[in-house]
């Protein structure tokens, strides 16, 4: 028997959903082969999995903009624990996403040569990596893949420059 724990905060959508008396039970799937096979399903809610979201943060470069436990960029919202309390309302977090998409894209091509896409499932991830104070506190820097931390130095070089240049 396969047994799964579920992110509280997959039971939390799923209680929300619900409550908000959509007709068809959600369904919970572990990832998009689940997601396909769930026929019927007026919603589909993927089980979350937080420390691949803690690798995902790094690894696309959320970090360059984003700062989590004294690590990263300015330039975003700051998911330190002393800025950001929580609790984690993902609906939220992609609205906010879509509405700075524009810069956002901007941003991401020219420190990255390209714009970081997500799938679905691995928003779900970070979501859960930031809704965990244990995690964003075990963060490091020597998570962070080097192509990324070449780019937050190339970032950091550029603001001392323009600060130079305002002084």
Do not use: Y
Not at 108 to 131: R, W
């Amino acid at each position: 028997m396969k047994i799964r724990r579920f992110h509280p905060l997959a039971v939390s959508l799923t209680a929300l959903v619900a409550m908000a008396g959509i007709a068809a039970t959600p369904v919970l799937a572990a990832d998009e082969e689940e997601e396909e096979a769930a026929t019927g399903a007026a919603i589909v809610i993927p089980v979350m999995n937080a420390e691949h979201g803690r690798e995902l943060f790094a690894e696309k470069g959320c970090v360059l903009c984003h700062k989590v436990n004294g690590i990263g960029g300015d330039d975003a919202e700051s998911f330190d624990d002393e800025e950001f309390t929580g609790p984690i309302n993902p609906f939220h977090l992609a609205a906010k996403m879509w509405e700075h998409a524009q810069p956002m894209i901007a941003e991401q091509q020219e420190e990255l040569g390209e714009q970081i896409e997500l799938s679905g499932q691995e928003l779900a991830d970070i979501v859960a990596f930031l809704a965990s104070p244990e995690l964003r506190a075990g963060f490091t820097e020597a998570m962070i893949p080097e192509r990324i931390r070449e780019a937050m130095k190339h970032e950091e070089e550029e603001s001392e420059e323009e600060e130079a240049g305002e002084h």
